[in-house]
């Protein structure tokens, strides 16, 4: 029933309204009317509050009212529920179509495997959702710390003094803190009582005291599903069955809300109205959208895991990194949008706000900010690609050695590393920070990350820049085509490089 459902609220962007509006407005009105407007994002580091208008429109509502809703509408249509009722595939067969919603576990896809094949993923860290006994006044991001590490709320209301709250660790904290042994012993159906004492413990300032609430609350990794194929025969998968995104971008209910959307458009109005045809125009029509989601939505969820790595940083500026993180909202959109926050980050970025005039063309402005570090000074973060000297050998391997002598009177050395790996937190990214350590001491004190072209790779030499730049001495540059310098300066106010070079 929807009363007994898993979970607490569940967040709808503006985006996903428009599509449920025009497709069925009685619907959304319902919808609109049950939920509570989305708040401004807040990020909360050490005591320090900085906030993202963001681009407004979206609603929280609670799981059960949605499917209230959903329900009555559906029986409002002529549809025959029938609800507590499990049904294996060979059960309906013989229907015309099978609609498969039957989520990230899905068993009607692994009935199915060897038709649309697929791979999920775990996560490294661990989550759990929560509700909680008061109405957030954010979109709320705290980062905790606690004696045995850190864990990071993910927060926002959805009624009157009711609250969603996504959990994170990785998993060394939840060892530490006795969580993997809770998780163990708890029942699927009950809430991990010592892991919820815990968290109120620890969670005591950041909400205020405020009660958490447990639904069937344990820790799970998140798991990522991807599919080549999201149908066979008269079988179609929707939903978190068919493709998962991290929560940190988009809720599971939202795209199969818009799938079943695209669904429903392509059986009823398709140029080809035979199953296949519309099940074929279904799956083409949704998986650019799915995958691109899926694409920021992976970029997010390693930023997260990540996180402690960048609470150094003034708070505005890893707001500022925040938004970046996907390859989604470059800083460049804030210059109209949010210019309070972008001046606040920049500032913190550079040690200096940007004047009205210079804000209007913040790209030069970033562009034009002095570099100073441990082997290196500049004028500038472009680096001129005049400066190539050669080649050396280390333990065996070429590499090409840059002098910067444009940008450093004492003329530091970069070596350019060629690689291409997706995750910078990967085994084959712990053999490229292998590779900068053997560099740095080989006297370079840069490296230049080099690799496969497109945006999708700038993004994974951005994310693995960051990473080397924190974890050895050297500076990072990172180049890109002139079409993609939203991303280099993202990446420069992110943190995640230290220079740029832009080619023609």
Known sequence: MPDETFGFGVAFTARTLRVVAEAERATFDRLVEASVPMPQQE???DGVSVRAKGTGGG?????????????????????????GVERDLDDVRDADLVIAADGVGSRTRAGLAEHVGGRVVPGRGVFMWLGCATRLRSNLFVPVRTEHGLFTIHGYPYAEGRSTLGIEADVGTWRRAGMDTATERTPLTESDAFSIGYLQAAFADALGGAELLG????WMHFRTVSLPRWYHGNVVLIGDAAHTAHYSVGSG???ALEDAIVLADSL??????????ALRQYEEIRRPRVEALQDAAVRSQRWWDSIGHRLDLPAPQVMLAYLSRG?????SRLVESDPGLLR???AAFAGVEPTDGELGDVRSWVLSRPYEGAALRTGGRVLDDDGQAGYREVQGEPFAVTALRAACPDEALAAVLGTDVADPWSPAADEVLDRC???AEAGADGVRLGGRPGRPALLDRLALAERIRRQTKLFTVVGAPAGHIDDLVDGLVAGRADLVAIAD
Do not use: P, W
């Open 43 to 45: 990020m909360l580091i």
């Open 59 to 83: 609603i929280a509502i609670a799981r059960s009212r949605l499917l209230a809703v959903l329900l009555d509408e559906a029986v409002r249509a002529g549809v025959d529920v029938d609800l």
């Open 215 to 218: 639904n069937r609350s344990r």
């Open 253 to 255: 209910t939202k795209m």
């Open 268 to 277: 009823t109005s398709g140029e080809d109205l035979s199953l296949a045809g």
């Open 327 to 331: 390859g989604v909202v470059s800083i």
């Open 344 to 346: 606040a980050g920049l």
């Open 437 to 439: 350590f053997a560099l």
